[in-house]
């Protein structure tokens, strides 16, 4: 069983930068590829960023390449969400989301453990 807490989420003008953080606890972290998603009052939940087990693969959709930056710290089983040029549209609630074995998997079904979310709230 893999326990997942994220931090870091608050209220940003657009424009502006926070850093997601996500802490894992339970079997090997290493071994997991981890994603992040999000989801926006009244919408579905959508994919935002994944990485690999080692680190050395990531995937972003459109709407956040160039913007967001998944990356990961074994040592410290945690996985971090750098998320600058915030929008309002980023406003949502952001989940971390963890699946045994290789590949970077974009869809939520792929995955086995999910954490309970961190508010990101984007002004204009």
């Known amino acids: 069983q893999v326990q997942l807490v994220e931090s870091g989420g608050g209220l940003v003008q657009a424009g502006g930068s926070l850093r997601l953080s996500c802490a894992a606890s339970g079997r090997t972290f290493s071994s997991y590829s981890l994603g992040w998603f999000r989801q926006a009052p009244g919408k579905e939940r959508e994919f935002v960023a994944v990485i690999n087990w080692s680190g050395g693969s990531t995937n972003y959709p459109d709407s956040v390449k160039g913007r967001f930056t998944i990356s990961r710290d074994n040592a410290k089983n945690t996985v971090y969400l750098q998320m600058n040029s915030l929008k309002p549209e980023d406003t949502a609630v952001y989940y971390c989301?963890?699946?045994?074995?290789?590949?970077?998997?974009?869809?939520?079904?792929?995955?086995?453990?999910w954490g309970q979310g961190t508010q990101v709230t984007v002004s204009s």
């Open positions: 989301a963890a699946r045994e074995g290789l590949g970077i998997p974009i869809s939520q079904g792929r995955y086995d453990y």
